[in-house]
């Protein structure tokens, strides 16, 4: 599709010298003064255009020519082919052609859009399209101009409204409005005489007006709108096509200021091209302003729309534009009935029926969101009950068409918008993250950016140890839907070709469909919470998975779990009870070893759950106490470390930092001096030195903060610091024995040597080591170094007092 | 309304080198607001460049997880192949978030076919249905009116076709409400302006 020679075309046009652009130029200018285009002209502007587009940086084209192509595009005998290349190579060339465009606009409504799309193109500030904007504004005020005015003044219109909203005036924006009611309300009923531009039989077939048509064949009974067929469209109809396409964004820009008119709103609609100060001032309050009235008509536009889509449309194409109508309409009521609230008695009726019609049809499926977001807005006004239509939007839409990109864009869109009504107002949201976390699952990559933005209004106290879990098993969730898939796939065709397809993950296809697993994916396939936090056998499910470890997507969601993790500990520890933490704390030690084995997904959750251990335990220092049982457990297994060696060092390290009488009046000599023994176990147990032995496989990291650790946990029950030394003397020993030295570096044995030193001297001084291998908690604030008189500068000091009188210990 | 339309390279292709890409066509419709109000026309006009080169890379990023994920295989459709080649497009959407590139939370829809992607990128509350159906309809026009499909070079010496196309589907950016009579006499005069 992109061959060699289309690059080097690329090459050739970016490297071109100046002289030989100039010729160019110089030669194209010639030919456009030539009479009649050839196609050399055509093709060398052509050439022009790539070669004033393919580079970064601006190319500079002769001012005459610039000039020539400004005057073909303003003329209207020229062929469109030639307004095209004009108006691109001037778009992408300087000097910059607005000014000298805009000085003379032209009247032709033909090439009035493509000078119009130069100017928007260059424009780098309002100032620079006001030119374009008055032009086309007149255009729309004189009243004979409908043949005049240029297909494109709306679609010009809505551009420079959307990027300087400031550009219209109270009474433009009404000139405008009326415009549009007309446009959209009042187009013909009638075919247009069907002469196609230019067509060959144009002259002798046009035919008497044929009435319009339904999508379905049926003639149509009320006013025109975009579901209105024929076999060609007058100008008006045109008109009310573009009308429609930027109804919304045109309602968005200027409907914001409520039906309380400013002074300048003029309530006249009996001649409604003159401007009447006197009638601002009528009495009759009867008479809608021209805002006023747009808002009603694009409301009846709106449900007429939804009616007509209801029709069973002949042409596929017709089917799809009645789903995007459907959409387009109930997001313009939304904004109707949000400037004005008279309106949703009115909308209700025609929403709620729309709803019964489209709700269980997944065809339909994107369109019951703005059918959500309309509910969200307008049931409490109207006091209708909508808890059955979230009901099912969070229960059904995910389950079902969890692999649609786009419906899953949109509906994780709409959750992040109303995310903060959604959690206080509809009971299912925090229920559902089962099923919302299935679009992430499944679409990792594309929507992880939305849902770190969403997940902390999905914690709730209640749910949040079963999110833990399932956020853990995110990858789990996203192989069963795979297989899920694979299986339905499968199920039609014969036997034999999923087991050739499947070949790679036919065991797990087969738990899939055994009934006796069936339990465990009904659990991770679940569409709400509140079924259990997690489930028993988790390690079997993995196993059952362990096909699907290496597939893709499977591998795609992992990625995303520890990002996922951070944010869910980030959120729920602000809001963490004590109850809750000490459940986070206990998820932590058990998930550690209980994980999908994907390549590098257990080291990189383990190194999320590190950091949060930490930040856990900082928070809430007595979780040590409370859950001292199973730490003790954890800490005291030497198999910890072979498995999860930095999760390990972490749990090792928060115990000798919050293990302290100073954080809970519960930590006890005796609870001390078991930890103290434990760890002690440990070390003794892995630094065992024989000569047959393998070298050690954990980090000297490891080493130290296990020694750091007992000297720290022996300065709080003194009666220990003599073991504690014994026990640190013989580490030389160990970091000098072969299989050691073989192992680490000599750099790392050094380390570990003269942190055994340090500690011991340390230690000699109980009342001092206990200062500096327990800080007080205000250690991290400027005060504590700073003050002279403060603890910590007086610490420093006997620090290195002592480190002076002994400095055999310094490293050398 | 649509902010701009590009069609680049999206997967390694023979003629350039791994994680290089191309933008074949790029059409950004004006004006942009927010930054640049300081900014001299080249200034400008290298800023938007390199805002679209980030978006295609951002594409590319997209199309190849998702084409990853779905272990969908590539498969080769050649000239007169475009309905096929449509049909087996991957396609999916992702939201600019509040980058600065463009204004806030723009919408990038894309539609990769084989090593091209056509790209759409909308402001916030666009239709994005709508928007699919005219990004599908473009890229069935682009891919049979310059020969996407072939070896040749049509989509950098025929630009001006892919002009006259969005001029008319998506003039100015707007996206349109085509029935399929309206979508059809615009097609007549597309047709008519090719063979002249």
Redesign the interface.
């Given at each position: 599709?992109?061959?060699?020679?289309?690059?080097s075309?690329?090459k050739q046009?970016r490297e071109i010298k100046e002289e030989e652009l100039q010729r160019f130029c110089g030669r194209i200018f010639k030919l456009l003064h030539t009479k009649d285009v050839s196609g050399e002209t055509v093709?060398s502007l052509?050439?022009l255009?790539?070669i004033v587009?393919a580079t970064?940086?601006?190319r500079e084209l002769p001012s005459d020519l610039v000039l020539k192509l400004q005057t073909v595009l303003r003329s209207s005998s020229c062929?469109?082919?030639l307004l095209?290349?004009s108006?691109?190579i001037i778009r992408?060339s300087?000097?910059?052609s607005v000014h000298s465009l805009c000085s003379d606009l032209s009247q032709d409504s033909r090439t009035f859009?493509?000078v119009?799309?130069v100017v928007?193109?260059?424009?780098?500030?309002k100032e620079?399209?006001i030119p374009l904007c008055h032009h086309l504004l007149k255009s729309l005020e004189s009243r004979l101009s409908d043949g005049l005015i240029s297909?494109?003044a709306?679609?010009?219109l809505?551009?420079?409204t959307?990027?300087?909203p400031e550009i219209l005036t109270d009474d433009q924006v009404n000139l405008v409005s009326r415009k549009l009611v007309d446009w959209l309300r009042y187009a013909s009923m009638q075919q247009g005489a069907s002469m196609?531009?230019?067509g060959f039989f144009s002259g002798p077939r046009t035919r008497q007006p044929a009435p319009l048509m339904e999508?379905d064949g049926v003639v149509t009974g009320d006013f025109f709108t975009?579901?209105?067929?024929?076999?060609?469209?007058t100008e008006d109809q045109?008109m009310n096509?573009?009308s429609?396409?930027?109804i919304?964004?045109w309602l968005?820009t200027y409907d914001t200021d409520g039906t309380t008119n400013t002074e300048s709103d003029d309530r006249s609609e009996v001649d409604s091209s003159v401007m009447s100060m006197v009638s601002a001032t009528s009495s009759s309050s009867r008479l809608l302003s021209p805002k006023e009235r747009l808002r009603e008509k694009a409301f009846e536009y709106c449900q007429r729309l939804i009616e007509q889509s209801d029709r069973k449309a002949l042409?596929r194409?017709?089917t799809?534009?009645q789903?995007?109508?459907i959409?387009?309409s109930v997001?313009i009521i939304d904004i109707i009935c949000g400037e004005d609230p008279s309106y949703v008695y009115r909308a209700f009726p025609c929403i709620k029926a729309l709803y019964g019609r489209l709700n269980g049809d997944f065809a339909y499926a994107?369109a019951l969101l703005p059918i959500a977001q309309f509910y969200l807005n307008h049931s409490e006004t109207a006091a209708v009950d909508s808890e059955a239509v979230f009901c099912q939007l969070f229960s059904h839409c995910p389950t079902e068409q969890f692999n649609d990109?786009?419906l899953a864009?949109?509906f994780v869109?709409f959750c992040l918008l109303n995310s903060s009504v959604l959690q206080d107002r509809v009971a299912n949201y925090r229920q559902s993250f089962p099923n919302l976390l299935k679009f992430l699952a499944w679409?990792?990559?594309?929507l992880i950016?939305?849902f770190v933005e969403l997940l902390p209004s999905l914690v709730a106290p209640d749910t949040a140890i079963e999110l833990l879990h399932t956020i853990i098993d995110l990858p789990c969730l996203a192989a069963t839907l795979d297989l899920q898939q694979r299986s339905a796939c499968y199920q039609a065709s014969d036997r034999t070709t999923w087991d050739q397809q499947g070949a790679k993950v036919a065991a797990s296809l087969d738990a899939f469909r055994q009934l006796s697993y069936r339990g465990f994916f009904l659990y991770i396939l679940r569409p709400e919470a509140g079924t259990g936090d997690t489930i028993d056998r988790l390690k079997l499910l993995h196993e059952l998975l362990a096909d699907m470890a290496e597939?893709?997507?499977v591998v795609?969601c992992a990625q995303v779990v520890p990002v996922l993790l951070h944010v869910y500990f980030n959120t729920v520890t602000q809001k963490a009870d004590e109850k809750l933490m000490n459940q986070l704390l206990l998820v932590l030690l058990e998930r550690s070893s209980l994980l999908y084995n994907i390549k590098t997904f257990n080291a990189e959750v383990q190194k999320v759950f590190s950091t949060h251990l930490q930040a856990l335990c900082k928070l809430h220092p007595p979780l040590i106490v409370d859950q001292s049982r199973e730490i003790l457990e954890f800490a005291g297994s030497p198999a910890n470390i072979y498995s999860k060696e930095d999760f390990y060092t972490h749990v090792v390290w928060v115990i000798g930092e919050f293990l302290s009488v100073s954080y809970d009046p519960r930590c006890t000599v005796e609870l001390i001096t078991s930890f103290f023994e434990s760890l002690e176990a440990v070390l003794f147990e892995i630094t065992q030195v024989r000569q047959s032995a393998s070298p050690p496989s954990y980090s000297p990291r490891l080493i130290t903060v296990l020694m750091t650790t007992l000297a720290k946990l022996a300065t709080r029950s003194q009666d220990l610091i003599p073991r504690a030394s014994l026990f640190l003397s013989k580490m030389r020993v160990f970091a000098r024995s072969g299989p050691v030295m073989a192992c680490y570096s000599e750099e790392d044995t050094e380390e570990i040597i003269t942190r055994a030193h340090e500690l011991i001297n340390l230690l000699k001084l109980p009342n001092v080591a206990q200062f500096v291998l327990a800080p007080s908690a205000g250690g991290d604030g400027p005060r504590w170094h700073r003050d002279t008189n403060a603890s910590l500068p007086q610490a420093m000091r006997a620090v290195s007092g002592l480190l002076h009188r002994h400095s055999s210990f310094l490293p050398t | 309304?649509v902010l701009c339309f590009l069609i680049h390279?999206v997967c390694p292709?023979?003629?350039?080198s791994a994680g290089e890409i191309?933008i074949?066509y790029?059409r950004?419709?004006?004006?942009?607001?927010g930054d640049?109000?300081d900014?001299t026309?080249?200034q400008?006009?290298?800023v938007q460049?390199?805002k679209l080169h980030v978006v295609a890379r951002q594409v590319r990023?997209?199309v190849a997880?998702?084409r990853?994920?779905?272990?969908s295989l590539c498969t080769e459709a050649v000239l007169g192949e475009e309905a096929v080649a449509l049909g087996e497009a991957d396609?999916?959407?992702?939201?600019l978030?509040n980058a600065e590139l463009f204004p806030d939370r723009s919408?990038v829809l894309w539609l990769g076919v084989?090593?091209?992607a056509f790209t759409l990128v909308c402001?916030p509350?666009e239709?994005?249905?709508?928007a699919?159906?005219a990004l599908r309809d473009i890229a069935r026009h682009c891919l049979e009116e310059l020969r996407?499909?072939?070896?040749?070079?049509e989509?950098?010496?025929?630009?001006?076709r892919v002009?006259?196309l969005l001029?008319r589907l998506l003039?100015?950016?707007?996206?349109?409400?085509?029935?399929?009579?309206?979508?059809s006499?615009l097609d007549?005069?597309m047709a008519?302006?090719v063979s002249?």
């Open positions: 599709m992109y061959a060699a020679a289309t690059e075309l690329i046009a093709d052509q050439r255009h790539l587009s970064k940086y601006a062929p469109e082919q095209v290349l108006s691109s992408e300087v000097p910059p859009s493509y119009a799309s928007l193109s260059q424009a780098g500030n620079d399209v297909k494109h709306l679609p010009i809505s551009k420079m959307t990027a300087y196609s531009s230019g999508v975009v579901l209105c067929v024929g076999q060609s469209y045109w096509m573009y429609f396409s930027m919304k964004s968005l042409k194409m017709d799809e534009l789903k995007a109508c959409i387009e997001s994107r990109p786009m864009f949109e869109q679409n990792s990559s594309g950016a939305e597939s893709p997507r795609q | 309304m390279t292709v023979s003629a350039l191309r074949l790029a950004v419709f004006g004006p942009e607001t640049g109000c900014f026309p080249e400008r006009r290298l460049k390199e990023s997209a997880l998702s990853e994920a779905s272990g396609r999916g959407v992702f939201s978030g919408v084989q090593s091209l402001r509350h239709n994005l249905l709508l699919e159906g996407l499909l072939g070896p040749g070079a989509v950098l010496l025929k630009s001006d002009d006259t001029h003039p100015h950016g707007q996206l349109l409400f085509l029935n399929h009579r309206f979508a006499s007549k005069e008519s302006y002249k």
